[in-house]
């Protein structure tokens, strides 16, 4: 894999899924100059181009993971924004919105503009996520004025969830003045504190300190009353229970300002899978029940949840390879993200594949379009929704390898991104 400036890029008739295109659901060859969209059309023929060609190859707008952690500054080790710009490009992302749990966090204005700068020249859009409080302690608002107008695409205490409804009262009254969103992950910290998965039968037959349901539920209930109260735009990230969604769902209905985004791992696997101790299926919120798992998936089928959200979160050798209990939680999932989506929910129409990994999450966040339309600029995610592919440890990009989908059979495969004057292929083609 390899990224290339390219002049010229000539996609050979690829299926076009791109709801907002009038090209939409057809087959066309679309030609791209110095990053732009010049021409659509049934043949073009163009001897100086790159040209790119695959079997069922799908054009999408390109897509958009609005929670990754690439750790810098201050554990690189993990990863780099440098290496998470890889891992994203390998998963078909265009653009990824990082966290603020580095060290420093990411709570001023200044270090907002060092992630802006270390990803100016990188193939992947970086937005910065602004820290909520200072530090990230949950107690003083961060300078979310200064960090928005430096390049905050929105803020968050990423995986450290706010627990003070003063504070987020606070948040969601200061992001209104620009039209911001808060991102939160959904989790009362208090209950069951120490808990490890979801509290259930599998939890008492492995004898695993549990966290119930119920420490996600209170906190999306008590957010969507807190934004009924300041008319603000809350958005919650890796919705687990069905309860949650429903919730969400009700409070949408009423015109709330609330959105929800799932993991693909939430989908794909269930507590039942924790029978081998896997320490990288040791994540927050924690794996739920099969019922719940079927229960997500329907709801994502009927449009109830607005984007897929990947909750990368790199560890190295020694933070997993433990007992179950002192491993740190979290996967990484950028490049796996979409073939376990696909494998997980079969048969999500083009239009929801669109619209999951793209189009909602930039409507909800005010992202450019990514029209794929002649005249625009190139941002376009292609890949095969049709082929099989093995998920090994050479195609993770990113500097930890703590997956759960290495070495299984997945359906799905991302083929590359154009992204402007980049070109990033997973394969030569």
Known sequence: M???????????????????????????????????????ADSIEDADARTISAPSLTASPGWVDPFAHFNDPGTEYK?????????????????????????????????????????????????????????????????????????????????????????????????????GVVIQLPDDTSIAAHGLMHEGIVSTRLGLQAKPMLAEELIVSRDIE????????????????????????????????????????????????????????????????????????????????????????????????????YAKFGMISLESCFAALHTAVPGLSPEQIANLFSINARNLFKLPGALIQEGQVADITLYEPGAEIIFTKEMVRSKSSNSPFLDRLLKGAVTGIVNGHHLILNKAL
């Open 2 to 40: 390899h990224n290339v400036i390219q002049m010229k890029v000539l996609l050979q008739q690829v299926i076009i899924n791109d709801p907002r295109s009038p090209f939409n659901g057809s087959t066309k060859d679309i030609l791209i100059i110095d990053g732009i969209i010049v021409r659509i």
């Open 79 to 179: 990863e780099t924004i440098e290496s998470g710009s890889a891992a994203a490009a390998a998963g078909g992302f265009t653009t990824v919105f990082v966290l603020p749990n580095t060290k420093p966090a990411v709570d001023s204005k200044s270090q907002v503009e060092y992630v802006v700068a270390k990803a100016a020249k990188l193939p992947v859009n970086i937005w910065p996520i602004g820290a909520v409080s200072r530090q990230l302690e949950g107690k003083d608002l961060a300078e979310m004025y200064d960090m928005r107008a430096s390049g905050a695409i929105a803020f968050s205490d990423g995986t450290n969830p706010i627990q003070s409804s003063g504070l987020l009262v606070k948040a969601l009254l200061y992001v209104k003045t620009f039209d």
């Open 226 to 325: 807190l934004a009924r109260y300041t008319g603000s735009h809350i958005h919650f990230t890796g919705v687990s229970s069905p309860k949650s969604i429903e919730y969400i769902q009700r409070a949408k209905e009423a015109g709330l300002k609330v959105s929800c985004s799932v993991t693909p791992y939430h989908l794909f696997f269930c507590d039942e899978d924790l029978q081998e101790y896997d320490s990288n299926l040791k994540v927050n919120p924690p794996l739920r029940t099969r019922n719940d798992m079927m229960a997500l998936r329907e709801s994502l089928r009927k449009g109830h949840i607005d984007c897929i959200a990947t909750h990368h979160q790199p560890h190295n050798y020694d933070a997993k390879v433990l007992e179950f209990e």
